[in-house]
DNA sequence: CCATCATCGTACTTTAGGGTACGTTTTCGC
DNA sequence: GCGAAAACGTACCCTAAAGTACGATGATGG
């Protein structure tokens, strides 16, 4: 039953000076499952609602396994944040297209916007970041860098650009972008986090961008 | 060293029917004292951070007390948001002279809400309410309900108003109301909660509360 | 094939903390 | 004053959960 072993030599051979051997890759895909596990458990039941000895259980293996992987809870929980922040700064590819007339990109961008953020994942993402912020200070910050600063960084570019158009009136560009984006959720991002609505559904989106930037565009336009 | 029990007895019979004996009082008393104590420790530290054996030694009483007072740990986080969130809505008596120009009003009014909104001990209550507002759901819905719709339904009743005078263009209040706070906090108030920084300096307030009714305005003035 | 390292299963230790029990002391109402 | 109710002090129970130990059972690399 076994094959021979050359063709993994070869392949781990070729041309690679970081050698990926198959116990390394072995690790990693572990280290992802740990992390998927963990993340879904924090997100769900918050830091102090989630269990070491819980997420062993759900993986299948041992204790001793997963804290040869991650020492102790906090650097678990370190870990996951920062997967979790990264791929939530992923999933948000905004894109702004500068050929489209400034009302329909800035709708577009904003849609995508409010929609990513009012799923439940983030808000519980929300949740977690904010609630635990006060003892894990660090994390407040990456989170900041990584989600609200990056997007309203992008957004600002664009309308930096509308301005030297003169398709806006000339302002911090980086104000600009934060008022758009805060205008987007003024509505119902409290209630989402404190739990008084679950989600939004997709017309009321719809409505409160574009709500948004009518607003927006009346304060902002020359 | 015993005084004369008559005189009490006099002041306690003196036309009252609900009888505030002194042992009442004094529950009450003790009962406040405790809610003191508590809200600090979960402000500070949060929920799970909190412990009741903490709160009995640092109010030098006994475990047996606390708990003839608040049979479980829930039960005293409840009382103890119940108060917070209700001080929390009563600090923030927020004035609109309909005699003012409505810029200086507004300035005025904005000004309050972001000076109260941007302390510490706010800060602390919002990471409180969102952090747990997955596993204690009541809660959420009830700070919501006493903080954020109370003043903007305060704030849109004088809209309402202005918009009757033709001051403003006609346009739904509440969510006017809903958009200028949205624009007070736009530029600190992620920053605050994920720990960015700690605190807003009175000028920086300034500025953004100025920034934010011209944009308000200029998008909602006829 | 064999040495090694990772994983597994499981049992264990330890600590924290919510909650209880109870005898003693203080306070209060009358 | 006296009896009842409340508060105190303290020791205790119990569970959950972080973290450890270790021998058995694989998988990997040479």
Known sequence: MMEERSQGDHLEGSGDCAAPSRREVRRESRRDAI??????????????????SGIAAELGGSKGTLWSYFPSKDLLFGAVLDRVTDAFRQQLTLTLNAADPIETALTKFCTKYLTKLTVPQSIALHRLVIGEAARFPEMGRIFYERAPWKTQELLAGYLEAAM???????????????????????????QLVSGVIDELPADRIREEVDHAVTVFLRAFRP
Do not use: P
């Not at 918050?46 to 070491?52: K, L």
């Open 164 to 190: 030297d158009c003169g398709k806006l009136r000339r302002h911090d560009s980086f104000a600009a972008a934060q008022y758009l984006t805060s205008l987007c959720i003024a509505r119902s991002h409290q």
């Open 35 to 52: 992390l998927e596990v963990a993340s879904a458990s924090f997100l769900e039941n918050g830091y102090a609602g989630t269990t070491m």
